[in-house]
């Protein structure tokens, strides 16, 4: 083996070691967030989807391909989530047979005083660490990482079938 593929094969146990334990971090801190909210994690995960910057025309049915759920089980969050007052659905603009699903001005509200200092310290803490080419770099690998992970998400809802 040469020297550069040994150096590639630790550096690739350590990347795997770091993103396990950052993925463990983030579930930890996602688990916290659901239990200050009164939700269950699969309902944290709605309320994620809903709160992204593209979300303003979201269905029932989207969010079941999104969560890898039936849309009887979405049906029955989305009731615990109104009740709870972070969603709110309407009919669709444009087809009147269909729901949209937004968060509401509470969830927006909670999602800021939960999530924002850790956004903030990220800004002020973390990315100054960084140049622009490395945090470029960090995208990318995010953003493959994110891909192959679909990916393999995908193929496991098949399995069983």
Same mark, same amino acid.
């Given at each position: 083996?040469?020297?550069?593929?040994?150096?590639?094969? &630790?550096?690739?146990?350590?990347?795997? #070691?770091?993103?396990?334990?950052?993925?463990?971090? %983030?579930?930890?801190?996602? /688990?916290?967030?659901?239990?200050?909210?009164? *939700?269950?994690?699969?309902?944290?995960?709605?309320?994620? &989807?809903?709160?992204? =910057?593209? @979300?303003?025309? %979201?269905?029932?049915?989207?969010?079941?391909?999104?969560?890898?759920?039936?849309?009887? @089980?979405?049906?029955?969050?989305?009731? /615990?989530?109104?009740?709870?007052?972070? &969603?709110?659905?309407? =009919? +669709?603009?444009?087809?009147?047979?269909?729901?949209? %699903? +937004?968060?509401?001005?509470?969830? *927006?509200?909670? @999602?800021?005083? #939960?999530?924002? =200092?850790?956004?903030?310290?990220?800004?002020?803490?973390?990315? =100054? +660490?960084?140049?622009?080419?490395?945090?470029?770099?960090? %995208?990318?690998?995010?953003?493959?990482?994110?891909?192959?992970?679909?990916? +393999?998400?995908? /193929?496991?809802?098949? &399995?069983?079938?």
């Amino acid at each position: 083996m040469s020297s550069e593929s040994a150096e590639k094969a &630790v550096a690739s146990t350590s990347l795997g #070691l770091a993103m396990q334990t950052y993925q463990a971090s %983030v579930q930890d801190f996602d /688990r916290e967030v659901a239990r200050i909210l009164g *939700v269950n994690e699969t309902d944290l995960r709605c309320l994620e &989807v809903l709160l992204e =910057p593209d @979300s303003a025309d %979201v269905t029932p049915t989207i969010l079941a391909n999104r969560l890898g759920l039936t849309t009887g @089980s979405v049906t029955t969050m989305l009731d /615990r989530l109104t009740n709870a007052g972070y &969603v709110a659905r309407a =009919p +669709h603009p444009t087809d009147r047979r269909r729901l949209i %699903v +937004h968060a509401t001005q509470l969830a *927006v509200q909670k @999602s800021n005083e #939960l999530y924002g =200092p850790l956004i903030n310290a990220a800004a002020e803490d973390l990315l =100054p +660490h960084f140049s622009t080419t490395q945090l470029k770099i960090v %995208v990318e690998f995010l953003q493959a990482a994110t891909k192959l992970q679909q990916t +393999h998400f995908d /193929r496991l809802r098949t &399995v069983g079938d």
